[in-house]
């Protein structure tokens, strides 16, 4: 992930963000459909509304934040985004606990560092994206969202929420692996 140096503007910051990331220049938020892929395996879905208004925000909180956008950076995002309060958002909330299965593998230490920065700090989802967010500098924007300074030490609370959190992105999980895995098994297998 490429850092974004807070004299720049968010726009140039941006900019460099969706050619470093390879997206289209207006970073394809009007596209009908999302794809990407995860490892050799393509994922394509809707462009649905919510996430058209969400994902102008969410990109700028990558650059705020810096975290990457390979698997374990979107879920250290999301877990971010998650506690520095991101449920008005309905879209933003969904997509953030289904990229954590990364994290409950994988990178458990990273997700929490980044649950804990987002109890102490805030987002971009209280309000509508605006070209004027364009125009400030990377530095104001981190101020605006409390990470220009060092993350606090997590309190009980924080351990707590994060206990919390951790509890529904793995139920969610189970939900999806019985839903893809296991429905189909059993519908297969109704057949015999």
């Known amino acids: 992930m490429p850092s974004y140096a807070d004299e720049w503007t968010v726009e140039a910051a941006r900019a460099r963000y969706f050619e470093a990331n390879n997206f289209a220049p207006d970073g394809g938020y009007d596209a009908d459909w999302v794809r990407f892929k995860v490892g050799p395996f393509p994922v394509i879905f809707p462009n649905t509304a919510g996430r058209k208004a969400a994902v102008p925000l969410h990109d700028l909180h990558h650059l705020a934040t810096a975290y990457d956008t390979n698997l374990v950076g979107e879920a250290e995002i999301g877990a971010w985004e998650i506690a520095s309060g991101c449920f008005q958002v309905r879209a933003a909330w969904i997509l953030n606990m289904l990229v954590q299965w990364p994290v409950i593998f994988f990178a458990l230490p990273r997700a929490y560092r980044a649950f804990v920065r987002g109890r102490h700090s805030r987002n971009l989802y209280d309000g509508p994206f605006s070209e004027p967010m364009l125009k400030k500098y ?6 605006d969202l409390g990470l220009d300074a060092p993350t606090r030490e997590a309190t009980t609370a924080d351990k707590l929420a994060f206990v ?3 509890a529904t992105a793995i139920a969610i999980q189970i939900v999806i692996a019985i839903v893809f ?8 297998g109704a057949f015999d």
């Open 164 to 166: 919390r959190f951790l």
């Open 138 to 143: 990377v530095g104001e924007l981190r101020e």
């Open 181 to 188: 895995f296991g429905v189909p098994a059993w519908w297969l």
